[in-house]
């Protein structure tokens, strides 16, 4: 089995056409069928359904495909960090951060990043910390600010707090206030119009959790919408949220905080165990574990 012959059925896998995954390869197109023929005699077994104009995978290439993808991603972590010997002149990053995080905390520490290593390419994947969880583990990510615990079905990832955030309540300025007190308690989110993000974020985990927690399902108004559509949405006076505090800080709303400490996250830094982090990507780290924020773990 060859690197080339996995990177030629990556590809295959992901455009599901012979002749546009030559072109993207730059190699000719009975070569590519070559190569993949010479994969599947090797492992005894067809890896796609070929028909014409519909190209899919056997039961033998889904299996094959992920373990293909981190194969080729710990082959081109290892080019990279020979590449990033001479002082990091060169290289990537990429880095997975939840909209809250990237809207409050990921822009000052790549600001800090690129000034030390101007010739690391910088690539930032938003996404739910669960989506990101996935995302590390096939190697799609180097690192990932994940929010702990990672819960018992979570892959082998190698985490690091970085800092404890309060959760609070954003409400449009225009309307009352949620409560007269200065902060309010969860329970009297108790049939309160809720605007909700979609599955995978963990402020709705969170969020539902602590309601019930308090004895009562959350009622939402509207629910599915990623960190900006959501504020939008409180904005417009849709409904409250529960929202990361430096995003409150940002949003021009209305904030009010929970009593005592029992709405906060942690937020850390996540790497896969079994392959260590490119040096770009360990120095990366290194940043933002010297951020005012962080708290250290």
Known sequence: MQFQQLRYFATVAEVRHFTRAAEALHVAQPSLSQQIRALERELGA???????????????????LPLARRILADTETARREVQEVAQLRRGRVRLGAPPSLCASL???????????????????????????????????????L??????????????????REDLVVVSAP????????????????RDRPLVMFRRGYDLREITVAACRAAGFEPSFT???????????????????????GMV????????????????RRTVAIAHRKDAAPP??????RRVLLEHPEATGG
């Open 46 to 64: 067809e890896l796609f359904h070929r028909a014409r104009g519909n190209i899919t995978l056997t039961d033998a290439g889904e299996a094959l």
């Open 106 to 144: 990921v822009p000052d520490v790549l600001r800090t990043y690129h000034a030390r290593f101007p010739g690391i390419e910088l690539h930032v994947e938003e996404g739910g910390s669960q989506d990101l969880v996935r995302r590390l583990a096939d190697g799609g990510l180097d690192l990932a």
């Open 146 to 163: 994940v929010i702990t615990p990672l819960g018992a079905a979570a892959p082998a990832l190698a985490t690091a707090e970085l800092l």
């Open 174 to 189: 225009s309307g009352p206030p949620p409560v007269r007190r200065r902060r309010m308690r969860v329970e009297e989110l």
């Open 222 to 244: 509207v629910e599915g919408g990623e960190m900006d559509a959501v504020l939008g949405f409180v904005r417009a006076g849709l409904g409250l949220a529960v929202v990361p």
């Open 248 to 263: 409150a800080a940002r949003s021009g709303l209305r904030v009010t905080p929970f009593e005592g400490d029992r709405m």
């Open 279 to 284: 040096r770009a990507a360990r120095e990366l």
